[in-house]
């Protein structure tokens, strides 16, 4: 065959380190359009970047020879960078390691955008561990739950 052909939605969602809200709404925007920015760099396509204080949802579409570990890791490592280079924060910024990543079929991408887009108003009623446990389990995810979360020793 030619050419390959392909239609992979990918969420991913990290955290900042410890989950602490850090990610102040006066910047957080633009921290978003730099994701994004940084996900397109790496050769994927945004389709939206939104989240809260403490935690980050990314919707974007994979090629085929790319892996989401590869994208995730120019995002987070370049929004850090930019972030201390910007001086939002006087102390040191970074995010949590790991993420989750779950994929969707094309008729669930308005739903899923959607969900994206209202973060603030989803997270008056939930806590970002517990949207990602339920989102671990809601997609059959095994996991062990004393590594999800590292909290400051």
């Given at each position: 065959m030619g050419n390959s052909y392909s239609q992979i939605f990918i969420q991913c969602v990290f955290a900042v380190k410890y989950r602490a809200a850090r990610l102040h709404k006066s910047w957080r925007q633009e921290?978003?359009?730099v994701i994004g920015?940084?996900?397109?760099?790496?050769?994927?396509?945004?389709?939206?970047?939104?989240?809260?204080?403490?935690?980050?949802?990314?919707?974007f579409t994979l090629r085929s020879a790319q892996?989401?570990?590869?994208?995730m890791k120019v995002a987070k490592a370049k929004s850090s960078k930019w972030i201390h280079?910007?001086?939002?924060?006087?102390?040191?910024?970074?995010?949590?390691?790991?993420?989750?990543?779950?994929?969707y079929s094309k008729s669930?991408?308005?739903?899923?955008?959607?969900?994206?887009?209202?973060?603030?108003?989803?997270?008056?009623?939930i806590s970002f561990p517990e949207e990602y446990l339920d989102m671990l389990v809601k997609n059959g995810i095994e996991f062990q739950e004393q590594y999800l979360f590292h909290a400051p020793v």
């Open positions: 921290l978003f359009g920015n940084l996900i397109n760099e790496a050769g994927a396509r945004t389709l939206i970047v939104n989240g809260v204080e403490d935690h980050v949802h990314c919707l892996s989401v570990a590869e994208v280079e910007s001086g939002f924060l006087k102390s040191r910024f970074e995010w949590q390691v790991g993420y989750g990543a779950f994929s669930e991408i308005k739903r899923v955008y959607r969900y994206i887009e209202n973060q603030e108003e989803h997270h008056c009623g």
